[in-house]
């Protein structure tokens, strides 16, 4: 059985679409939009906001403690999704081997009784750049460095907010890959081997 | 024609082992303590002294800067060592692929005109304990915590000092691997593999 792959990316990395990649070579489910859907229907938040506010911290409690999360005590909506993100990720995960992108997923599975491999995905500024205009479109340069230097801090501070450590450290992931250098397909080819040598 | 590797490692992670393994397999020099011999031939320090103090910065001058490096003003014994050890990395990298262990040889090898696959080898405490264990014998674990986490700190200021950067930040690495959780035949197989492709 393969493991859980937990995919943390930056910004335009491509980490969704390498894990997507990873997920259909590997023949299992692929969890990113998806935990959106299932989290709205987890805790009756509209899509749109989930989508909007699922890695970030705009609006998040001053208080919240994932410890004493499900006594319900002063949580924002913020909190609510996450809660309701974590649940649909630990679901999946318990379902079987499966690819999940984003949402502090390796941190959310760290202490979940599920073998994981833990990935992070990251590029250079040049590199990710392109592929946002390549992905998105038509805006010019400057706005979309600002776009991906406001979301990298969205993620940072998401993901301090809720589990208190540093996004990105080394230590947190098994492997991590610059998708820039070393190429798209190289890294779903590194990934599907590990998940392949660790099928057991 | 392969990349010149660099190998950054965390004391007690296998990273000396796995790029001697490399070099073995993809029929490269291997580049660690071959450094201090010849960075003793260059700047005149006995091997004793550069091994004792080629990754350290106890005795560093506190006016050094890389740019004016060569002016020889304020240079502490360290730094003339830095600088020895530096030019045989440059000199060993202009001759042709080889694998290089630490010393700051990504920084060194970044604006050189050489392909470089950076790589960065880093295992979890218990891990890393177990094999200093395994390799320096009989000494309590207590000791052998305090002298990887001193190793460390060395490590870090040291490359922090000479590069003016973060050690092990994720971005200044093609390709970060947990040797502990991974296994050091998986690191040497993926970065001979990574080689391989880069193979031009």
Known sequence: MYPVISISRQFG????????????QLNIPFWDGEIVTHAAEECGYAKELIEEQGESTSSASKWFDISTASAMYFQSPQDEIFLAQRKVILDAAKKGPCVIVGR???????????????VLIHADMEHRIARVLERYGDITNIDVKKRIQKKDKQRRTYYRYYTDQ??????NYDIALDSGMLGEETCVHLICELAQKMDI
């Open 13 to 24: 990395s491509g980490g969704h679409s390498i894990g997507e990649k990873v997920a259909k």
């Open 104 to 118: 502090c997923s390796d941190y959310v599975l760290r202490n979940a009784e599920v073998r994981c491999l833990n």
């Open 166 to 171: 540093q996004w990105g450290a080394y230590s």
